[in-house]
């Protein structure tokens, strides 16, 4: 199957894929409305944000396999603004604990990040999709050249690995399902990239294994 939509078309998709993408920060902002700003709202707002991030993150990565088995190559075009949309609710979510749960303080952030070692994967996966954010336009492209371009943001496996370890770390109980499931979704993900990448290399064994081609000439009567 291949279908390629309109320039209008894809445009509208585009669209209704932003104010998707908008639906959780839309309910964050009601919930500020509404609240009292207290420790639960800090949490709520901590876990909703951490949720999307890493929802919209696992649905990134699955427009390859996506586009792959539908051959709808336009499926491209919505990896940008969703990428954009992972690291804004991942910098809600880091600056909800660095700003609303510890007001900016140093000493208490280093605090709890040694009582609670789970917070680390969290910031080391914040830290890794920053320069992905910086580097997602067309000057970023043509500044690193298309192969190093490719090559950072190979980092946003890495990045999801760390965010499904912080998810799974933070859970207790039944909560734990959610962040399981998150968490095998991104294993079959990766199990199709490392497929595709065999699939694609150059099999080496077939080329030394293959024998050389002997040219006879004939001889005069």
């Given at each position: 199957m291949n279908s390629q939509p309109s320039i209008s078309q894809l445009r509208r998709i585009q669209l209704a894929l932003a104010l998707l993408m908008l639906l959780p920060f839309g309910r964050l902002a009601v919930l500020a409305l509404n609240a009292d700003w207290g420790a639960s709202f800090i949490d709520e707002v901590q876990r909703w944000t951490g949720t999307s991030t890493l929802i919209i993150l696992l649905l990134t990565l699955g427009i390859s396999p996506l586009r792959a088995t539908t051959q709808w190559h336009w499926l491209t075009r919505l990896r940008r603004p969703m990428d954009l949309f992972t690291f804004f609710y991942a910098s809600l979510h880091f600056f909800s604990f660095i700003g609303l749960?510890?007001?900016?303080?140093?000493?208490?952030?280093?605090?709890?990040?040694?009582?609670?070692?789970?917070?680390?994967?969290?910031?080391?996966?914040?830290?890794?999709?920053?320069?992905?954010?910086?580097?997602?336009?067309?000057?970023?492209?043509?500044?690193?050249?298309?192969?190093?371009?490719?090559?950072?943001?190979?980092?946003?496996?890495?990045?999801?690995?760390?965010?499904?370890?912080?998810y799974v770390w933070l859970a207790e109980g039944a909560a734990l399902l959610w962040p399981l499931a998150a968490s095998l979704i991104l294993a079959h993900l990766l199990a199709w990239r490392i497929k595709e990448r065999q699939r694609k290399a150059i099999p080496v064994t077939q080329a030394t294994s293959a024998k050389p081609l002997r040219y006879f000439k004939q001889k005069p009567d």
């Open positions: 749960d510890h007001r900016f303080e140093i000493n208490a952030i280093a605090t709890d990040m040694f009582k609670r070692p789970d917070v680390i994967p969290g910031f080391a996966a914040f830290a890794i999709l920053l320069p992905l954010a910086l580097t997602s336009n067309q000057f970023a492209v043509r500044r690193l050249g298309g192969r190093r371009w490719q090559e950072l943001h190979r980092g946003i496996y890495p990045a999801a690995i760390l965010g499904c370890l912080h």
